[in-house]
């Protein structure tokens, strides 16, 4: 089984302190790993992933940059799956949050209020991507219905 690595105690930490559960850390870890252990160095990479996934559930921080990350999905500006393209997505993320951004700054350096602006623009970005979509799909079925019908259509 694969242990918990730093970066993933360093996360959890600074989750269990951002929340105010640091003093409850024992307790959490004890039923995260079902009895098995009270330490967080004890964790599997596995336990150590739910754990900060249910933590960053309840940061509203966390939770708006995790929406942000699947906006930039739907938009196409990131993709895949693998660890090389976590790593290689942040990059481009921050990227164009420095030269397109509403809020000029990585995304981890963005505070709530920030990230709530950068939200409203991903969210701008999917729908007129979405828009753009269904704009293609309406004049192609227009140029069909023409073809059809032996009429041409002027540029």
Known sequence: ????TKPQLTKIHILLNKLQLIDDKKAIIKEVTKGRATSS?????????????????CDPTERLKT??????FRAGIIYGETETDK??????LDLFFKNNGSVKKDLHKQSYTELTK????????????AKSKEHRQAEKAVRELLTELNLILSK
């Open 67 to 72: 929406v942000i990350n699947q906006l930039a």
């Open 87 to 92: 790593i290689l997505n942040k990059v481009k």
């Open 41 to 57: 160095k004890d964790l599997t990479f596995a336990e150590a992933k739910f754990l900060i996934s249910r933590l960053c559930d």
């Open 1 to 4: 089984m694969e242990s918990v």
């Open 118 to 129: 950068t939200h409203r623009q991903f969210e701008a970005i999917v729908k007129g991507i």
